[in-house]
Nanobody, 116 residues
Framework: QVQLWESGGGLVQPGGSLRLSCAPSGSISSIYVMGWYRQAAGNQRDLVATITNGGSTNYADSVKGRFTISRDNAGNTIYLQMNSLKPEDTAVYYC??????????WGQGTQVTVSS
């Protein structure tokens, strides 16, 4: 079993920056990809960015050039650096981890609100 612990959400003005963190615990060795998804009110949950154990990254077109996903040197905690934030980035952001057994795990979600 994998547990995911998120932090870093909040309220920021348009054009501002935030950094989200996600620390896994439990069966960490079974994880092969981690990422961030977001869900705005009334919408489905959409991919934001992912990073594999090998360091390969993938981004939604809407965040390319503004968001950066990374992981710490130990390869466990991941981060989402969000720059040039827009009101349309407002959503609950969820950390995700997929394991080699094919199981998908989610964090509790952290609210990001971009508003003046």
């Amino acid at each position: 079993q994998v547990q995911l612990w998120e932090s870093g959400g909040g309220l920021v003005q348009p054009g501002g920056s935030l950094r989200l963190s996600c620390a896994p615990s439990g069966s960490i060795s079974s994880i092969y990809v981690m990422g961030w998804y977001r869900q705005a009110a009334g919408n489905q949950r959409d991919l934001v960015a992912t990073i594999t154990n090998g360091g390969s990254t993938n981004y939604a077109d809407s965040v390319k050039g503004r968001f950066t996903i990374s992981r710490d040197n130990a390869g466990n905690t991941i981060y989402l650096q969000m720059n040039s934030l827009k009101p349309e980035d407002t959503a609950v952001y969820y950390c995700n981890a997929d394991t080699i057994a094919g199981r998908r795990h989610w964090g509790q979600g952290t609210q990001v609100t971009v508003s003046s």
